[in-house]
């Protein structure tokens, strides 16, 4: 089973996402669902970009979150751990978007 564990880090101070890749993978956004009572960010790209992604987690399931300014939040569909950390991995490295 994968774990996922919270970021070592300040808040508000994340990783820098990588400009897309030639040929990177579309990612199904969909509108943010209103958040779960529970939910735990556990990593999330650097503030000083306009768009930040979050990984969340939630009832057993892991899910990335993007915001950016004037923009809706969207999500990803929930996930089992081990593909949302995966994901997680090609958006940083700009190879999905």
């Known amino acids: 089973m994968t ?4 970021t070592d880090g300040t808040a508000g101070h994340g990783f820098h996402v990588l400009d897309p890749q030639p040929g990177c993978e579309a990612v ?3 509108p943010a669902s ?3 009572a529970r939910r735990k960010v556990l990593r999330w ?4 970009r306009p768009v930040v992604y979050y ?3 939630s009832g057993g399931r892991g899910y990335i979150e993007r915001t950016g300014p004037g923009e809706t939040a969207v999500q990803t569909s929930r996930m089992r751990y081990a593909p949302i950390a995966d994901l997680w991995e090609l958006v940083l490295l700009g190879r999905a978007r």
């Open 45 to 48: 790209t650097c503030e000083c």
């Open 55 to 57: 990984l969340i987690t």
């Open 3 to 6: 774990v996922l564990q919270p």
């Open 28 to 30: 199904a956004w969909m």
């Open 34 to 36: 209103r958040g779960e």
